[in-house]
């Protein structure tokens, strides 16, 4: 669709959803995404829209500034790396021992191997990056759970998953994806929330959208912000 502001011409991809508020997204590869509830009236939409003008136009300058380039990881120093939803700085450094250490914006890999061996600094950094995986989400799985009162504990897996950040097995037993990891807390804790809320409804109904509603008000804003994290890493 599209949307045009004085000199202005706007290509857009309009989403109708169960949803009460109308919701402006800008991905890194410049693509807008317009969500709103169902049977809204156009004239809304454009002024909503006529509204958001100047916002847009910084998303869309900013993006073009800063566009990722894709190239291919060397895992050397220099290199940034998302860990819950912050950038840090690849520090490659040679030690006696082994050991990834977090610190100040900074994921410093110590290695007893040359700081130019690639391929041994990747073996190092997915090794620590699967550790914090389980510390974290155990961690948040544990607490989110525990605010749904099943009489069965469901317990989650983790599963590569090409476009999706969860699902789960006949309505009991949720997967995470892994690249979860990159994402900030309350992202986790949305997708554990969402795919929670499948063991009482199966469909994407009103029923269950009110049911997210009422487990995490504010899913509707995270649920954009992992959007856009997923458009920059997948």
């Known amino acids: 669709m599209k949307f045009i502001f004085g000199t202005f011409i706007y290509d857009y991809q309009r989403i109708t959803q169960n949803r009460k508020t109308l919701s402006l997204t800008v991905s890194p590869d410049s693509s807008i995404t317009l969500k709103c509830p169902d049977n809204i009236d156009n004239e809304k939409i454009q002024l909503f829209l006529q509204k958001k003008w100047f916002w847009l136009e910084k998303q869309l300058s900013f993006f073009k500034q800063y566009q990722r380039k894709i190239y291919k990881r060397e895992y050397i120093s220099g290199e940034g790396c998302l860990y819950l939803g912050r950038q840090y700085k690849i520090v ?76 789960i097995l006949k309505q009991k037993k949720v997967l995470l994806n892994p690249k979860l990891i990159h994402a900030s807390k309350d992202c986790i804790d949305y997708v554990i929330t969402h795919e929670l809320c ?11 959208y009110k049911y997210l509603q009422e487990k995490y008000p504010r899913w509707e804003k995270v649920k954009d912000k992992l959007e856009i994290l997923g458009s920059m890493i997948y």
Do not use: P
């Open 92 to 167: 490659i450094k040679n030690s006696t021992e082994d050991k990834v250490v977090l610190t100040r914006g900074q994921l410093i890999v110590n290695t007893r191997r040359q700081v130019s061996n690639s391929s041994y600094n990747k073996k190092l950094i997915d090794e620590w990056f699967l550790n914090r995986i389980k510390v974290v989400f155990d961690d948040r799985f544990s607490e989110i759970q525990s605010k749904f009162g099943y009489h069965d504990t469901s317990g989650y897996s983790i599963r590569e998953m090409r476009r999706r950040w969860g699902s």
């Open 198 to 208: 499948h063991r009482k409804y199966k469909n994407h109904d009103k029923r269950f």
